[in-house]
């Protein structure tokens, strides 16, 4: 099972991330508009099918958001097929649907995302991926990435996109 570490920052605004990123030379991948369509299961894991530009992933995770390190294990698995979304519809109930547009960087390892989420605003997010189970490399790695770009690990959120809809809605 991949496993990876995380980071979630709320952004007022995307500009000096941006600016950092050209500072290092880190340059943008890929655009991808994401539909993720969360859907109840039991408490602890999260399921989601992921509709990217066209294509589609079901992804099943845990992670502990009340550590220090938010560690993440995770399956993906790639659909193909027609009516995808209703026949999900109509073996799991729909929890919540985030809808974003991300900004795809990558650098030592890790996915830098800038996401423009529908009804929640901007966010940055890391995700550092462990090889050979080699937790500390990880965090060595992500910790540089942190540093590049100067963020401030307290301001973090411990909640996924569906928890921070699933909020806005109450």
Same mark, same amino acid.
């Given at each position: 099972m991949p496993v990876n570490l995380e980071? +979630?920052?709320?952004?007022?605004?995307?500009r000096g991330i941006k600016s950092l990123l050209k500072k290092n030379n880190i340059e943008l991948k890929e655009i991808l508009?994401?539909?993720?369509?969360?859907?109840?299961?039991?408490?602890?894991?999260?399921?989601?099918?992921?509709?990217?530009?066209?294509?589609m992933s079901l992804i099943k995770y845990n992670r502990e958001e009340k550590k220090k390190n938010r560690w993440s294990d995770?399956?993906?698995?790639?659909i193909k097929?027609?009516?995808?979304?209703?026949?999900?519809?109509?073996?799991?109930r729909v929890d919540a649907i985030v809808e974003k547009k991300r900004e795809l960087y990558l650098f030592l390892d890790t996915r830098?995302?800038?996401?423009?989420?529908?009804?929640?605003?901007?966010?940055l997010e890391l995700e550092t991926l462990v090889f050979d189970n080699d937790k500390k490399d990880?965090?060595?790695?992500?910790?540089?990435?942190?540093?590049?770009?100067?963020?401030?690990? +307290?301001?973090?959120?411990?909640?996924?996109?569906?928890?921070?809809?699933?909020?806005?809605?109450?």
């Open positions: 980071l +979630k920052i709320k952004l007022n605004s995307i508009n994401q539909k993720d369509i969360y859907y109840k299961i039991k408490a602890g894991s999260l399921l989601k099918l992921r509709i990217e530009n066209g294509r995770f399956y993906v698995i790639t097929g027609r009516a995808t979304e209703k026949v999900f519809e109509e073996i799991f830098i995302h800038i996401d423009a989420v529908k009804n929640l605003g901007f966010f990880a965090k060595k790695r992500f910790d540089e990435v942190v540093n590049t770009l100067q963020l401030d690990v +307290k301001s973090q959120i411990r909640k996924s996109y569906r928890d921070l809809i699933i909020q806005n809605k109450k």
